[in-house]
């Protein structure tokens, strides 16, 4: 085990701003602050495959509130949680009492009484989730100054309506590792592109994060759609100010094959027009539900017109030496498999199985090391402890 | 960090009754017993504000089981079992194969196995949540004695029909540590008062708790509301006897200014009148569908000829310098915020939202103290041995 | 506390390829490895009885997905989950993202990146419980070896459709206990019987986990049911080549009496016929819900006729001396209790209501046994180590 090449690296980074703070958006965080994300993934991935225990917790609360169905962010809150040895507390709104008109500060002040961790996923409507986040953690840290609470939770974006942070940093770490570290990084190009899906409505947070993430690495950005599949444009300008600053590209285009053309990476998934995603938070706001029915109706009919969008065998060949990093947040909808017809091949999906699970698997370090950052004052002290006590994980 | 401050008052007390024992209602508690739990609330709280663990616990199960909705007991519950290293484990009657007509006798004892507490909040039906309650307590007795269980699994009473324990218990511990201390409290002057709500069929084990418990700590307490919301007699008697006991008043009116007229702290809240739970009780035991609506609506109407029994600010001026604590065990119906017209107009509530939220605050370290007080044979010497070895809640 | 009676028997068996293995089928496992089993168990609970912690995890998961109600196997699981040290995380199918068509191999891989342990019931349709978990169980074994997992999570069978193992060892271990030691069941008749329940289409695979397994330890077995209740005939040849094997009785009747006659041990529990509960599984399969109603129809005329067949007061006369061992998995059918006729009479049930209990209580301890053999390379030293260093499980 060597805990000292992520301590050194840690020492060398300023990210003094995360200490009981939240994580809500990649692009409030600076170089450093991201880079020392990855630091301390690595750092926890390492004490664990090592049998070391993580645990900074004896006890403490993680508190979740899905409004949104999740299996791997879920998962991954959960084990993230454990590995620092906070119980998961899941706020189930449906059994709860939570008043109509309850403000949210009140319900944020609530649950968090021995809560270290709020981690939440609110998706749905353009405007809102986000928008909440920042109300909970506001909420308590007014709740923390006024001496309502003991500690400050830190408030973790399990996916928004804007970003989907630990998804795209978890990508990421993937890309960094898979290549060999982000000197290597240098001068490649990502797709992040449409594909065709026979659902519809596919949150816009992840095109979003992976565009607002993925420009700030040396790497050409492509961003690829039909016509009228626009993202949030703060986000696009977020990826351009990233590219000139950097000198790369961020380069928008209505066609996949060229997206893919000469890729080193690519992204391919589904999502709704954001255009239509504001339309119909206000439908939901107004309780129409014949209007609702009509959009749904509309875009699927939209989506159907552009099923060329698949990541074929033929689309791949496009990609640098036809051996484009495939990449995906999943669950994927498969080609014959799940649907039939979807955002991917099955031989294309099958080839990149194994890379794909790891990507996924970077998420509960990830999730870790905000957790981590946001509660430690000292992370590298405490990295280097725990290495030091070296705790077995369990007595095998 | 001062602990000896509380072990010394504990060493003082007698309370060697509650090891082993439940908390159902706190007019079965003597005042050596109620002041006990207040100690170690305070002890507890004390060792994790100075970043001590309480983990008396190595492994353990805390069950609970929620028969009506429930966030801020919930998650009190869930904060106490995590703070005394026990893991929440959640009895969902609908995801169980609790057979129809299985008793009470057999489910309690199949979740106990290895159960050190169980939580349970019973309070929809007249005459049956603290039943279930005993019925439980029993079981989980009897298990105990033929060695079905190698453990006595604790009952705390997260509310029912009668009483709210602990609702109460963190109420009186916040009023308190408010007024600086019990000795302050003679001649003060709590007023618990019925208050309008738009909604019907709001438990009473919060009024009943509060005078039953609030009578005992040399108060004048005065409960208020229309005619016909009366209370369960019962609990009348037991604040009746305790007034009598201490030398102070146990008023009862049908004037919400009276009731606030120089008190010191004022309790206003909506419940349903207990003649009409009965009813309902009856009602849902036979189905009658149509008869509950019936009942329903005649609550609303009723409810709806007290709409000036709100918390406003001309009601706050008649409390003692118009500056009587206000206290609330969340959620309040608020005028213009969750309701057209409720329990309190909002600028009220704005006023007093810090000190609410601390009240709610106590909860989780009353239901810490009452497992604790259940399961240490020598809590003082515990509380003592936790202090001394100082093993950190968190690495910070 | 003497846990060298353990670590010395333990010594002496051969278990080694149960290490980073399943638990799905008892007759899967060699005698000793059915041995090792039932020696953890009884020294997880002399550990535990001696308030001696038995945690040899510091963090980590253990994944549950119950796709049939469950109560006591939840809280089992549960339970021994936590006594190792492991915190429960279930997976909650209906409020996950689990793509339609997901393959199991993504989904087993998405929620094990920290998991130790996979628990499983889905015992409703026949083919598809047993099928299911061996689909999990290969998943995470290629994403342990292809570096997608860094470690293989152990999947215990809570229920399938053909064995329910940790049900018929938990009974096991009940027996050998009530008759103190294997040695003693030489020559000892155990009645698995049929038994008239008001439902219809309860699992076959406890009766098939009893005959399946108590036909391994010097008994003779009788399997009896009406005609037209027959078990999956798999299972009943295992039970035969066990009875061949140790030179005792596997024999088939229909008739109750005849099974009860001298028998030590007598079960009698409801099941659905094997046959129906392939058709079903069809007309499931096709979502055929007027067949299944005209079967569940069939099926309940089916059972009315063989009303008879309840273990009544007469019927428990019949056994050896009129003493035998009454046993069930719980909840029984209770003639006046839980139903108007049912599996078995209130008198006889009452009167063996404790050791029904007790038989329950195993079920916590077997399955934590099977996680410790899975995950302890040297499941011996580890328990004394355990009882060497002899951490409290709680600070009494």
Known sequence: MNIEQFTKRLDALKFGDMF?????????????????????????RELRE????????????????????????????????NLLGLALQDLDEGKSQIAHGETVRETANMISFMADVIGIRDDMYIGKGNTYMREVAQSVEQGYKNGVLEQRPT?????????????????????????????????????MTWAYSPSYG???????????????FGMDV???????????????KVAAANAAKNGTKFVK??????????????????????????????????????????????????????????????????????????MHCLPAD????????????????????EPLYKEAGYKPYIIAAMMFLAKCKDPSKILAELAKSAKPRFLK
């Open 222 to 236: 492509s961003l690829a759609h039909p016509e009228g599949y626009e993202i949030m444009s703060d986000v696009e």
């Open 334 to 353: 498969i080609t014959g498999v799940s649907c039939e017809q979807g955002e991917v091949c099955a031989s294309v999906f099958d080839r990149y199985r």
């Open 253 to 326: 285009t209505n066609s996949m094959a060229e997206a893919f053309k000469d890729a080193d990476i690519v992204y391919p998934k589904s999502w709704a027009p954001y255009a239509a995603m504001e339309k119909r938070t206000v439908l939901y706001g107004n309780g129409d539900n014949d209007g609702i029915k009509a959009l749904e109706k509309e875009l699927l009919t939209q989506n159907a017109k552009h099923k060329d969008w698949e990541c074929t065998e033929e689309m791949m060949k496009l990609t640098k030496g036809g051996k484009a990093l495939y």
């Open 50 to 81: 090592n049998n070391v225990s993580a645990k900074i917790f004896d006890s403490g609360l993680a508190v979740s509130l899905f409004r949104d169905n999740s299996t791997r962010t879920r998962f991954s809150f959960g084990s993230a949680a």
């Open 155 to 191: 408030l973790v974006n399990l996916q928004c309506d804007i970003d989907h942070p630990t998804q795209s940093m978890a990508d990421m770490l993937h890309i960094i590792h898979h290549f060999g570290g982000v000197e290597n990084l240098k001068g490649k190009k990502i797709a």
């Open 202 to 216: 596919k949150p816009l947070s992840v095109p979003q994060g992976v565009v607002g993430l993925m420009s700030r």
């Open 20 to 44: 009981e703070n939240d994580f809500l958006l990649t692009w409030e965080k600076t170089d450093d602050e991201i880079d020392a994300v990855f630091t301390v993934a690595d750092a926890l």
